[in-house]
């Protein structure tokens, strides 16, 4: 799912008609005001405030700053009572709805990921946390009967402006939850995977909806992106395209972000400036990182930023709730499956269980802070458990080799001569990542079938034979793979599946046969130019064995007895990602439809391992 379908389900259902009983309690309840909050800078900032109009006690503050627009503007109420940010209603809190800088009714100029500044040396010297710093500090001082406690949340973009709230130092600041953060574009969030570019999130997200466009602030309209894609097929849409400059023409000259992009493609300053994690230190307000482990978009966000508040703010009341969920599913009503996969439970509401106690608590003083430091959904079995740290210090790194014939093992066999599997990768016909034909990216791909990608001849397989115990993973996966190539540069895909059982019976929802389903645990991508370094790629020596080893996104998940373990391994993941032309260039950005090249891969036995962290 792109954002911009995020949006639709999440954002557009809050401004439409009352319809809930909800909403008659809520509009009987409740005062609006439509305020321009000044900044530092003299830049004013629009604000939506929703106010209780019970006067019996004093309430707390739930601030989101969002680019994506606080309508409805005017007297009509935001639609909270299709949303669980109903319970806060009922709970009274002072609900506060702000359009960041440069976006929509608020002034100034919006920039994409403004890097965060710890050096602000006057008033002129502002990014997020400073507007944040100065949205808290007016809404204390001018709203009657609030109790001066503040919170902040967010989902994807605004929870990366959350993140920037809670990095803002205000003291009357106490509770804040980013989820799903956007939080570096470089290696794991919407743009870039290991620093491949991830096409279509990207693409359509700043050009075909216009996310990045210059916006004409203040405005209740949003940015317009430059093209209208027609296609029905996106993967024959993409493929012919070819090239990124083809891309990058399509764009105009109005879209900076991708501009950038474009000439940014190493790791340099450029980018690191642009790592959220970077100011998270010594941070006051206690923390509630949240995330979905079949996230698209922003999965890469919640596990780092909670890791960095761990390593960098170790002082800080910071908790992890990660759940079987697509990008904002916690949000939704129906946390029950994804795509063909079952989760035994309604996830979501699990969730928001949690949430609204935990902002009581410091928000309101009501209740305790029982949540453990990390609460994680496991699938495969099914389970929420609980940890006092994340990742697991005791997980045991666990290698599963691959070996001749299609096997994994999990001890290395001895093979004279060295043996291998090879595979031609032809970006002419590269994988797709789905198996029908789409318009646009699914959401469900996270835990999809990838039986359609086992049945092709560019693409590695191999499993463990049935499983006679559990295997539970709890962590980051490592990919090392000995490799080596006809030509100087490749892309390398790793794929961790759950086999299900062939007597699996067909889902009675979704009615898709289900026995030797191959769900899609995790999978991550790698340019294999940088698997020395992101910031000075370097070519493959033509024939050379080299190593390959990266590290993969979290992973919880319980493979169970009776299934298998399959490693599946190809160099083309299309069009979620770019194409990499396979011969070495330092800007594949810049390449051209004639630099593309067939080539020979070939995967060494034994000493290509996937190294899994196995708990009990």
């Not at 309430?59 to 009572?81: D, M």
Request: proline share 6%; glycine share 6%.
């Amino acid at each position: 799912m792109k954002k911009f379908a995020f949006l639709f389900i999440f954002v557009f259902p809050l401004i439409a008609p009352a319809q809930n009983p909800d909403s008659a309690w809520f509009m009987n309840n409740y005062t609006k005001k439509e305020v321009s909050i000044p900044m530092r800078d003299g830049v004013k900032l629009f604000t939506s405030i929703y106010i209780p109009k019970d006067q019996s006690e004093k309430h707390p503050i739930l601030l989101t700053r969002t680019p994506y627009s606080v309508g409805p503007y005017g007297k009509n109420f935001k639609a909270y009572w299709r949303f669980y940010m109903m319970r806060y209603c009922k709970e009274n809190y002072i609900m506060v709805n702000q359009d960041v800088r440069g976006k929509y009714m608020s002034e100034g100029s919006f920039e994409v990921v403004r890097p965060f500044n710890p050096n602000k040396k006057t008033d002129k010297d502002i990014d997020e946390a400073s507007d944040s710093y100065d949205t808290i500090d007016w809404l204390i001082k001018n709203i009657d009967n609030n109790n001066g406690n503040v919170g902040a949340i967010g989902i994807s973009f605004p929870g990366f402006f959350a993140t920037m709230v809670a990095l803002s130092g205000h003291p009357a600041l106490k509770a804040v939850s980013p989820q799903a953060p956007v939080t570096d574009r470089f290696f794991g969030d919407d743009d870039h995977h290991n620093g491949v570019l991830m096409l279509m999130d990207a693409f359509d997200f700043q050009v075909v909806y216009g996310f990045t466009a210059p916006s004409h602030a203040p405005s209740t309209e949003g940015t317009q992106g430059s093209l209208r894609i027609q296609a029905q097929d996106n993967y024959d849409y993409y493929l012919k395209l070819g090239a990124l400059p083809n891309f990058t023409k399509l764009s105009g000259d109005t879209m900076k972000f991708w501009t950038d992009m474009m000439n940014h493609p190493n790791l340099d300053e450029w980018w690191k400036a642009r790592d959220a994690r970077s100011g998270i230190k010594n941070v006051k307000p206690a923390m509630l990182i949240t995330g979905g482990l079949f996230d698209a978009e922003d999965g890469y966000g919640a596990w780092n930023t909670y890791k960095a508040l761990v390593k960098q703010s170790p002082a800080t009341a910071s908790k992890l709730i990660i759940g079987p969920w697509y990008h904002g599913q916690w949000a939704s009503h129906d946390g029950t499956h994804l795509g063909n996969v079952q989760f035994g439970s309604n996830t979501s509401l699990y969730y928001q269980d949690l949430e609204v106690p935990f902002f009581n608590y410091y928000l309101k003083g009501e209740g305790t802070d029982d949540l453990s430091k990390a609460t994680i959904f496991f699938s495969g079995e099914n389970q929420w458990r609980r940890f006092a740290e994340w990742p697991v210090s005791n997980a045991k790194l666990t290698p599963v080799y691959l070996q001749q014939n299609g096997k994994l093992s999990f001890t290395p066999a001895n093979s004279k001569p060295i043996s291998f599997d090879s595979y031609i990768s032809d970006p002419a016909k590269p994988v797709p990542y789905a198996e029908k034909v789409h318009s646009a990216r699914t959401i469900e791909y996270m835990d999809d079938d990838q039986r359609f990608a086992a049945r092709r001849t560019d693409v590695l397989t191999y499993d463990s034979g049935i499983l006679s115990d559990d295997i539970t993973v709890a962590g980051p996966v490592t990919a090392d793979l000995m490799v080596s190539l006809s030509n100087t540069d490749a892309d390398f895909v790793v794929k961790l599946i759950d086999v299900f059982p062939d007597d699996t019976p067909v889902d009675t929802a979704t009615r898709y046969p289900m026995g030797g389903y191959q769900m899609l645990v995790r999978a991550e991508i790698m340019r294999g130019k940088f698997r020395n370094s992101f910031e000075k790629p370097m070519a493959f020596i033509p024939n050379q064995p080299t190593e390959v080893k990266y590290r993969m996104p979290d992973v919880a998940h319980t493979f169970k007895k009776g299934h298998k373990l399959m490693i599946q391994i190809q160099s083309s993941w299309f069009p979620l990602t770019d194409l990499n032309p396979q011969k070495f260039l330092d800007n594949i950005n810049k390449a051209t439809n004639a630099d593309f090249v067939k080539e020979t891969i070939k995967v060494y036995h034994n000493s290509s391992k996937i190294i899994l962290p196995v708990i009990k």
